[in-house]
């Protein structure tokens, strides 16, 4: 329960820091202009590093504390988002950031014990410090540049790093890794929180400083991870869980060299461009990557304790498989898309119009209602009935409903922030999960999960009928379900946490629930608010007498 708290926290704090964030980002310079390679048409905000950041420094700093690694990595990590962060403000060349990711490596190499010092080869082959430096040194700085230049459409580098990091928790929790487990489960939840933002259509940008931080990260942990001497995992496994960004380099890198241009210029051949040359629109350009890095993913997990060769060729495959077929398509012409495809609305006008209008007008409402009443009794059954409920729990729940009280009655005289609200009420229904998986008694599975289920359908209804809705299925769905589903399936990962999955899949489904009570109305944000003092005092009073 330790990771699940440390991923909703990581989580809780970055979604409730990016609203404040995005409103400061003109004062402090840091939008991202429309222009030529762009996908987007307006000024953006380019805080969300700053966000993940913040939100995985106060995890750390208590989950980690006393870990002699630590230091090292945090340190290096904030040197990079304050490089990236200046690049953001400026847009740097290429020097300075290539200086800073040559320090940070640097510092993580001498002070953090990060060093690829053996291979694998059939059995474990040391390596003299002459090549395993440099190795090292190479290895980090480029996997740091992949992950920033796979930063090209909504939610790609956020995304496909959370699947490596989820794949290397995985392999951490087996072989009991603890560092790297922990890191891990906190990158990821800061990742989800920004992904809430970042999913197409964005509302917000990681930045240079968030996609170097979170491409440094992923470089050392899986560093860690391979170099372990808890179990013979393949050293080249990295290769593998890193394999869409990495291949993209390569093949952008190769072709600038061939045709004769500095491998640092920038152009419009990365793969996700050439996805949407394709006719692919932009989230499923991004969904095909991520199913992609998912196939990856399986295979590293099969593959993880094979010779680095086998690793190699199984990458060098399906490098040669992918960038065969994109040749391939572009040259005969093929597109995802026809132009005379019919668009949306003309499909929808087959649909009668009268009852079309009565499902776009009533039935979001009416999932709305139940979807709420759900929430509801679903809070208020846990609140009453979960015992023991510990004093550390009822000690929050009492100062979140206090908090949620004060903010009730300031927002009579003048507005309150919405991130106040949303802040509380994150944490509140953390503490309540917490509170559902760890306490008892529980509803049989079954009905848990029909209740669940239910509330999920009500979600998607109102997101997609609504005719002012503000999210609608993403890629960002894709990983949810798949990190939920396929991490506590694999064969021989039975150091997962039981109900990880089942937990973090409440959380999710609760989280965009509010979000969209919030969104819908005055009345219904004020009903939210009321329902969530009431059941946080009573989780209150449970805990504390």
């Given at each position: ?78 040197l990079l988002l304050a490089v990236g962060v200046w690049d953001d403000r400026s847009e740097l060349s290429y020097l300075p950031k290539f200086v800073g990711q040559l320090v940070a490596a640097g510092v993580v190499m001498m002070f953090g014990g990060v060093l690829i010092h053996s291979l694998m080869l059939g059995d474990r082959v040391e390596l003299p410090t002459i090549i395993a430096a440099p190795l090292t040194l190479i290895f980090l700085v480029g996997v740091t540049n992949a992950i920033n230049l796979a930063d090209g459409l909504d939610g790609l ?337 039975v150091a997962t946490p039981r109900d990880l999955g089942l937990g973090a899949i409440k959380v999710l489904v609760l989280f965009y629930a509010i979000e969209l009570l919030l969104s819908h109305s005055a009345k219904s944000r004020l009903l939210l608010h009321a329902g969530g003092v009431g059941i946080l005092a009573l989780v209150g009073l449970r805990g504390l007498?």
């Amino acid at each position: 329960m330790d990771l699940l708290l440390a991923f909703v926290l990581a989580m809780s704090v970055t979604m409730a820091l990016i609203p404040l964030l995005t409103r400061l980002a003109g004062r402090m310079q840091v939008l991202d202009a429309p222009g030529p390679r762009k996908v987007h048409s307006t000024p953006m905000p380019r805080v969300g590093g700053i966000a993940m950041v913040a939100g995985t420094l106060l995890p750390l700093s208590y989950w980690l504390n006393g870990d002699a690694r630590l230091p090292a990595f945090l340190g290096a990590a904030l040197l990079l988002l304050a490089v990236g962060v200046w690049d953001d403000r400026s847009e740097l060349s290429y020097l300075p950031k290539f200086v800073g990711q040559l320090v940070a490596a640097g510092v993580v190499m001498m002070f953090g014990g990060v060093l690829i010092h053996s291979l694998m080869l059939g059995d474990r082959v040391e390596l003299p410090t002459i090549i395993a430096a440099p190795l090292t040194l190479i290895f980090l700085v480029g996997v740091t540049n992949a992950i920033n230049l796979a930063d090209g459409l909504d939610g790609l580098a956020g995304g496909t790093t959370l699947l490596s990091c989820c794949a290397m928790a995985l392999l951490a929790l087996t072989i009991d890794d603890r560092f790297v487990a922990i890191v891990c489960v906190i990158v990821a939840g800061s990742i989800f929180g920004f992904l809430r933002f970042n999913t197409y259509p964005a509302r917000i940008f990681m930045g240079d400083g968030g996609s170097q931080f979170l491409g440094f990260t992923v470089a050392v942990l899986a560093v860690l991870l391979t170099q372990s001497e808890l179990a013979p995992i393949s050293t080249a496994l990295p290769i593998l869980l890193l394999g869409l960004p990495i291949l993209d380099t390569l093949a952008v890198m190769l072709q600038r060299f061939s045709e004769g241009r500095s491998p640092f210029a920038a152009d419009k051949n990365h793969i996700h461009h050439r996805l949407l040359a394709l006719g692919f629109e932009h989230f499923e350009a991004v969904f095909v990557i991520y199913l992609l890095q998912a196939v990856l993913f399986v295979c590293g997990w099969y593959l993880r304790y094979e010779s680095d060769l086998v690793i190699l060729g199984t990458f060098a495959f399906f490098a040669v498989a992918v960038i065969g077929l994109l040749q391939l398509a572009a040259r005969s012409g093929w597109c995802w898309r026809s132009p005379e495809a019919q668009p949306e609305a003309s499909r929808a006008a087959t649909v009668p119009v009268r009852w079309w209008r009565v499902l776009r007008t009533r039935l979001p409402h009416w999932a709305l209602a139940l979807g709420g009443l759900c929430v509801v009794l679903y809070a208020l059954r846990t609140a009453w009935l979960a015992a023991p409920v510990p004093p550390d729990i009822g000690w929050l729940a009492a100062v979140l409903a206090a908090a949620l009280t004060v903010t009730g009655a300031v927002s009579l005289v003048r507005p309150v922030p919405l991130w106040l609200l949303h802040g509380a009420l994150y944490v509140g229904v953390v503490a309540v999960v917490f509170l559902d998986i760890t306490a008892s008694p529980r509803l049989p599975a079954l009905v848990d999960k029909l209740g669940f289920g239910l509330l999920a359908g009500c979600i998607t209804i109102s997101f997609r009928l609504t005719m002012q809705r503000r999210f609608q299925l993403t890629p960002l769905d894709f990983l949810v379900v798949f990190v939920a589903l396929a991490l506590p399936n694999l064969p021989g990962s039975v150091a997962t946490p039981r109900d990880l999955g089942l937990g973090a899949i409440k959380v999710l489904v609760l989280f965009y629930a509010i979000e969209l009570l919030l969104s819908h109305s005055a009345k219904s944000r004020l009903l939210l608010h009321a329902g969530g003092v009431g059941i946080l005092a009573l989780v209150g009073l449970r805990g504390l007498l």
